[in-house]
Nanobody, 121 residues
Framework: QVQLVESGGGLVQAGGSLRLSCTAS????????MGWYRQAPGKQREWVAG???????NYADSVKGRFTISRDNAKNTVYLQMNSLKPEDTAVYYC???????????????WGPGTQVTVSS
């Protein structure tokens, strides 16, 4: 069984920073792509940023230059450093990962339960 758990969300003023973490645990053979999504009230879930197994990164235009995604493969953890936060960044942030469990030849996609980020104006 594989689980993803996010942490680091909270309330911050506009212009502030937060760092989200997401750790995968369980019977894991390998993790390929990892990423972050977010869902604001009344809106669809949207992709925010992704990082490959070789640490190549991609960002949504709305966060480019403000957010930085990184990963620590030894800890099965992905991070999202969020700077210059805006009220429109308010959302529940979800971690996502493609994981090959131990004793499996297949790769499965997993989601964390989400962490709330609220940016006040």
């Amino acid at each position: 069984q594989v689980q993803l758990v996010e942490s680091g969300g909270g309330l911050v003023q506009a212009g502030g920073s937060l760092r989200l973490s997401c750790t995968a645990s369980g019977s894991i053979f390998s993790i390929s792509a990892m990423g972050w999504y977010r869902q604001a009230p009344g809106k669809q879930r949207e992709w925010v940023a992704g990082v490959g197994s070789s640490s190549s990164t991609n960002y949504a235009d709305s966060v480019k230059g403000r957010f930085t995604i990184s990963r620590d493969n030894a800890k099965n953890t992905v991070y999202l450093q969020m700077n210059s936060l805006k009220p429109e960044d308010t959302a529940v942030y979800y971690c996502n990962a493609d994981v090959r469990p131990t004793l499996s030849v297949r790769v499965y996609n997993y989601w964390g339960p989400g962490t709330q980020v609220t940016v006040s104006s």
